[in-house]
Each structure stands twice: as structure tokens, then as C-alpha cells.
């Protein structure tokens, strides 16, 4: 056995770790922000956010016009809808790309191991979870108001451009734009409250998804009155549909069928805007109330 | 200073940790010995929290481990060197945990130094040997230059520079009175290292005391004499209280006398000696002899007599 000669307290000087500070929501938040913005794929998941924000509100506009109607005039309500349904086409999409990135920012950590380094530093797990959940929820918003800020100026010059006038006074339209980014980062953080739950990427996309896409479109292709009114009723309890409820412009049937009265099926709910907002919150709730106890009893 | 009270870890069909009770102390380097699956990394796993005892407890320094404010603080842990997002740098890893606990960038750059990580810390993690990943297990492990170490097999990848180097540097935590834990599958690495053993199998503690200890409980010296008068030497020599063996027919295998006691026992006896060796017990032969029972996965037709 070698005796060992160590020189006193040189072998590991203490140097700024004799300074000690004890565990905090800060230090966690920082320490999130470090890990996501020191992985490349965050910031190209990011760009293509902003580029298909921007891409497809322009282009949106850009063919959006009422001359169709010939020489009918378009309402005010029905010019408002249709700067709406420019703006928030690209939600649909954007809802994709938060879903990959919310499930891979959680069950990555899982996948490369890293998570047990997260979790030796911070022991009572939890806290991390909700700092990361926090980090995420506001880099991509903050994403999301750069996108909104460059494509809202452009929408609207283009679409005056078409002849249609947007009034800025017009609390739904601005209900409906920033909702639509409500909508996006509340389905960021769906997925990643099921990437918490499952710890694993393939399976944590594969299933956000599914509950994203697949699911109210699978129901939605149920049509039909009776039992299968019900099941429609039920796909409006889906993320993408209480999304459609946030981002909804009252004006709509003056822009998809100015004129007409609207038609509305007997026993089809609407749901309203807040409706929408708070089954976002719901499914968030939810699904992190299940992560938070399976994180408490899982080994890691 | 860890505590272990009768730990027990079962999953769903076996017991990998079953009721061990141990302590490491501070000031002393702690082997943490056994073969592959006694349950090592399992128990070191539950010291942070990784892993949740199914009874018994585990604390550090008074208690468990996610209750202290300031865990990286108390307990710098090298589980396993994988733990590591690959497409990060590793000074960005580093920076990732320091900040949870408000350390700063200057004693990121000082772990670095002091692991030799200076040449690699901005490139990726992906690209590291499993050497360097160690190195920087251990860098992330002194982050908070925490007064209690485990190390699960720091040496396993490092190549001979590196071994003698985390040798000297787990020896020089210890001796500046850190409680050091350190896990390795082989004898010969914590004969170099540790002064106390924790040896275990399947899941319990076959052995724990100080390595010197467990030397003299292997049996002391063997003396290999040979002999044409092997009958008569080896009953004067019974008459002493040596143990004898006859490996061949004119060598004997004598336990429990010094070698100097047996050349003047032939003496007195008019026994001739050809040969007269002493052979040590190592540590490698004292640690097989504890755990031959104990082995999950034995290795067919290898006679122990190959290993001496």
C-alpha cells in the first residue's frame, strides 16, 4: 500500500466553491437556461419557429383577399377574421416543432443520462422539473413574441395590400394572435409532461404527437349526428381544438361565407375562447401532477 | 462520514442490496470492493438519492442526502462517467451543474485544471475517450469542493498516467481528512489505495475491516519447504501447531510457522531441506478466498491453483 504524500489542502483547493450557497429556484432556473441554450438543436428547433412563423403568416396574407366576392363588399368583422386566420395557420404547424423540442428538452436528459447529474445536484428532484418546465415555457414565448412582432407588421401591410383593412382596435384580433403563441407554448408543455412521464424521446414524440395530431383528426373524420355527436363533442377536448377555441375570431362565417347565415349543427358545442385556454391548462395540470408523483417514486 | 443502517434494495425479482450496515469515515480512503453485481454501484447509487432504499437507511454526514441545503456541497459523486448530455461542451456541463448551487464560472475553470481537462473543456462530450469522461465525472464530482467522495470505478478506462493519478489524488482527498468511498471489482487497485475494505457479495458485506486486518485473516504466510524427509518434518511440525498440506510429495505447504521457526525445527530434527520459501498471501488471494461463494457469474474450468 503506497502511504500516500499528499501536500496539505492543495490536493483540492477550495477556491470560490468555500463560498457556499445552498440549493435555490435561481441557481436552478440558471442552470436550466445553460443546458438549453448550450444544445444546437434547441436553437435550430427555435429558428425554425421563427421561420415558419413569419414564412407562413406572409404567405398567408399574401394570398388572403375578398375578391372572390366581386362586387360585394367584405365586412369589417370579416376582414378582422381573415388577418386571424393568416396569423394563426402557422400555430398549427409550430405546435409540431414545441412538441418534439418539449418532449426532447426533458427525456433527452434521460436518454444521454444526464438527468442522473441533474438529479444528484438537485436531490428533491421537483424543483428541477418545474425550472426546467419554466425555462422552456419562457424561451419559446419569447421566441414566440420576436415571430409575432416581425410577422404582425408584415401581415398587415400585405393584406392592406389586398384590400383588406385591419382594424388594431380590435380586441379578438389581438385575443386570437397571442393566443395562438399561448396555444404553442402550452403544447410545449404538454409534451413535455409527457416526455417526464415516459423518459423516452422516440416514445415521449411519438405519443405528444399522436394526442397533438392524430387523435382529433382520427375523431374528426367521425361525422354525423347521434353517438357520433357525442364523439365529436369529446375530439373538442383535444389540445389542437381548444387551441382552435383560443385562436377564434367571431367575425369567421362573415370571412368563410360572408353573407349566409352561419350554419351550426344541433348539439355541436363551441366552445369559448377561455373555454379553450383553460382545457390547455387543464391537460398542462394534469399531466404534470402525474410526472411530479412518478418522479417522486422512480429510481432515477 | 456515511452511514449505512441494514440498507436493503430489492427490485422486482432480485435483492440487490440486502440489509448491509456500514460506515465510512472520515480521513481514510473506503474500498468499496466486491465482483460485478454485489450491489456497489446500487448502494452508492441510493447515498445521493438515485435510487430509494426498499428499507433501512443511508445518510451522509447526519443525514439523508437530499435533505442537506447544499448537496454538491456535502458529497461529490462519480457514478458513472456516461452521465453527460453528449452534444454539450464540457465546460458547459460543468456550468450546468455549478449553477444550481450559484457556483461560479472561476471554480469551473479551477476543476478543469485540476482534472488536466483544459485542452478539451469547449468540445464536446460526445467526442471524449472514457478516460476523459472520468476525468470529468471527477471534475463535476469537486464542483463543490464537498468534504465526502464516492467514486465508483474512477480508474476504469483511465489509462497507467491516469490510474496512478487518481490513486495519488483519492489518497491526497483522504489524507486532508475527506471521507472518501471508492468502488472498484479489483483487489489489486484497493490494496494500492484503501485503508479500510467494505467487501461485498450478493448483496451483503462479507468483510469490513482495515486492509492490513483482512491480510492477516487470509492466513498470514505460507512457507513452501522441500524436503526428502517430508513424514518426519511434518510431524515435528504438527507438534508445533503448523498447519501442513503436500502439494507434491516431497514439497510441504506449511501455515502458521515463520520460516526461521522451521529450518531450526529441522534442525533439531536431523530433517534435510532442498528449499525453503515464504510466500505472502496477497490481497488478490484473500479477497478470492472471501468471495468464491459469492461470484454471481463463476467462470467454468479455471482452477484456483491458475491464479497463484
Known sequence: ?300 | MIEAQSLTKRFSTTTAVDGITFSARPGRVTGFLGPNGAGKSTTMRMIVGLDRPSSGSITVNGRPYAEHTAPIHEVGALLDATAVSGGRSARNHLLAVAATHRIGARRVDEVIRLTGLESVARKRVRGFSLGMGQRLGLATALLGDPATLILDEPVNGLDPDGVVWVRQFVRGLAAEGRTVLLSSHLMSEMAQTADHLVILGRGRIIADAAVTDILADAGGTTVAVRTPDGGLLATALEAHGAGISFPEPDLLSVNGLDSRRIAEIAAQNGAVIYELTPYAASLEEAYMALTRDDVEYHSAGTPREATR
Open chain 1, 1 to 300: 500500500m503506497i502511504a500516500g504524500t499528499p501536500t496539505p489542502s492543495t490536493v483540492v483547493p477550495a477556491g470560490d466553491a468555500a463560498i457556499r450557497h445552498g440549493l435555490s429556484l435561481r441557481g436552478m432556473i440558471r442552470s436550466e437556461w445553460i443546458k438549453l441554450r448550450s444544445i444546437g438543436s434547441t436553437w435550430w428547433m427555435y429558428a425554425a419557429l421563427l421561420v415558419m412563423t413569419v414564412g407562413i403568416g406572409t404567405q398567408m396574407s399574401s394570398s388572403t383577399s375578398f375578391a372572390w366576392l366581386g362586387d360585394e363588399q367584405p365586412t369589417q368583422m370579416g376582414m378582422q377574421a381573415a388577418a386571424v386566420n393568416a396569423m394563426i395557420l402557422g400555430a398549427d404547424i409550430n405546435v409540431l416543432v414545441v412538441g418534439v423540442l418539449g418532449v426532447l428538452v426533458i427525456a433527452g436528459e434521460y436518454n444521454t443520462g444526464m438527468i442522473r447529474s441533474t438529479f444528484t445536484a438537485v436531490p428533491r428532484r421537483v424543483p428541477v422539473l418545474l425550472a426546467k418546465a419554466m425555462v422552456f415555457a419562457v424561451v419559446t414565448f419569447l421566441v414566440g413574441i420576436l415571430s409575432l412582432a416581425i410577422t404582425v407588421p408584415m401581415s398587415i401591410g400585405i393584406l392592406a395590400g389586398n384590400g383588406i383593412d385591419v382594424r388594431l382596435d380590435d380586441p379578438h384580433y389581438w385575443r386570437a394572435v397571442i393566443g395562438s403563441l399561448v396555444y404553442v407554448v402550452l403544447v410545449g408543455l404538454i409534451a413535455f409532461g409527457i416526455g417526464a412521464i415516459l423518459r423516452n424521446i422516440a416514445g415521449g414524440i411519438a405519443l405528444a404527437l399522436g394526442l397533438v395530431l392524430v387523435a382529433p383528426i382520427a375523431l374528426g373524420l367521425v361525422s354525423g349526428v347521434g353517438p357520433q355527436l357525442v364523439l365529436r363533442n369529446v375530439s373538442l377536448l383535444f389540445p389542437i381544438n381548444l387551441g382552435r377555441a383560443l385562436t377564434a375570431h367571431p367575425g369567421y362565417p362573415d370571412f368563410a361565407a360572408p353573407g349566409e347565415p352561419p350554419v351550426r349543427l344541433e348539439g355541436l358545442l363551441v366552445l369559448e375562447p377561455w373555454q379553450g385556454a383553460l382545457g390547455l391548462v387543464v391537460w398542462v395540470v394534469v399531466l404534470f401532477a402525474a410526472a411530479v408523483v412518478l418522479l417522486k417514486r422512480r429510481d432515477a
